[in-house]
């Protein structure tokens, strides 16, 4: 069983930053994927950014630019860099990994964007 356990979120003026983090129980090359999921209220969960354990990523169209995932293998983690916040971008912010096609979540962490 993946534990994960997310920290980071918060309040932040439109324009500032935040760094999110997703400590994990298990080794990161454990997984074939990591990344960051969102859901605003009313709306459905969405991909925000993704790395595979080859290293690739993949962005959400709207993050491209703004958003930077990246991981420590010595820390069994994984970050979410977002710069340029906009109040669109407030919504729950969920971790994801994939271990043999099994997704595993973190309990979420609130990302509130004022303007």
């Known amino acids: 069983q993946v534990q994960l356990v997310e920290s980071g979120g918060g309040l932040v003026q439109a324009g500032g930053s935040l760094r999110l983090s997703c400590a994990s129980s298990?080794?990161?090359?454990?997984?074939?994927?990591m990344g960051w999921y969102r859901q605003a209220p009313g709306k459905q969960r969405e991909l925000v950014a993704q790395?595979?354990?080859?290293?690739?990523?993949n962005y959400a169209d709207s993050v491209k630019g703004r958003f930077t995932i990246s991981r420590d293998s010595a820390k069994n983690t994984v970050y979410l860099q977002m710069n340029s916040l906009k109040p669109e971008d407030t919504a729950v912010y969920y971790c994801?990994?994939?271990?043999?096609?099994?997704?595993?979540w973190g309990q979420g962490t609130q990302v509130t964007v004022s303007s």
């Open positions: 298990m080794t990161i090359y454990s997984f074939s994927a």
């Open positions: 994801n990994v994939r271990r043999i096609a099994i997704n595993y």
């Open positions: 790395v595979t354990s080859v290293g690739s990523t």
